[in-house]
């Protein structure tokens, strides 16, 4: 690495897919270490160090820290630091790494939290509740009756409204 993100460091451990974003966004984009970052990202910034946070964990593929505005105390992040905006466009070779920061974390959390529970969410989308466009997983701390995150569910109308809502969904499966 020379200078800060302009540098291609690792080049042969870089996945397929942030090295076909580099191409075609090359301003936008600036590389660092094994990931692809964004310049003007948030979450970016925050793994870069530019902007501060409470961090929790480290590792060569995923970032950890608390968030701003917790559900509950001790309510953390876990961020893959390729950028990407949400589920859709994250590597998959990046999911174990992720999955093993979320275990690791989420158990960490609960034990200095306290917690005899944890909610893992992702928001995809604005109308998800989506804020930050860089795909993170929120770990939530959970105790007996605390009411975060109410569960509302709903009924089908009928079994044969429900049968067609599957179909639909199993025929964009190629999609
Ligand atoms: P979401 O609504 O799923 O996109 O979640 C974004 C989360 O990022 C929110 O829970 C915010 O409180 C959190 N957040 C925003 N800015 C910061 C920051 N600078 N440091 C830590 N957490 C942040
Ligand atoms: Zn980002």
Redesign the pocket.
């Known amino acids: 690495m020379r200078k800060e993100g302009k540098k291609i460091v690792n080049i042969s451990t870089q996945a397929v897919l942030p090295r076909l974003i580099f191409k075609v966004y090359p301003k936008n984009y600036i590389l660092y270490g094994d990931a692809m970052q964004k310049s003007d990202c948030?979450f970016c910034k925050?793994v870069r160090g530019e902007?501060p946070?409470a961090k929790l964990y480290e590792d060569e593929h995923v970032f950890s820290?608390?968030?701003?505005?917790p559900l509950n105390f001790g309510h953390a992040?876990v961020v893959p630091k390729v950028h990407c905006k949400n589920l859709f466009d994250f590597p998959p070779e990046h999911a174990q790494a992720l999955i093993m920061a979320l275990q690791k974390v989420g158990r960490a959390v609960m034990q200095g939290a306290g917690a005899t529970g944890l909610n893992v969410v992702q928001?995809n989308f604005a109308d998800a509740?989506?804020?930050?466009f860089h795909m993170?997983w929120?770990l939530i701390p959970r105790h007996a009756g605390d009411g975060v995150l109410p569960w509302s569910p709903k009924s089908y109308a009928s079994q044969e409204d429900m049968a067609g809502l599957a179909n639909r969904i199993i025929e964009n499966l190629s999609i």
């Open positions: 948030l925050i902007i946070c820290f608390l968030d701003i505005g992040l928001n509740g989506q804020s930050v993170h929120h």
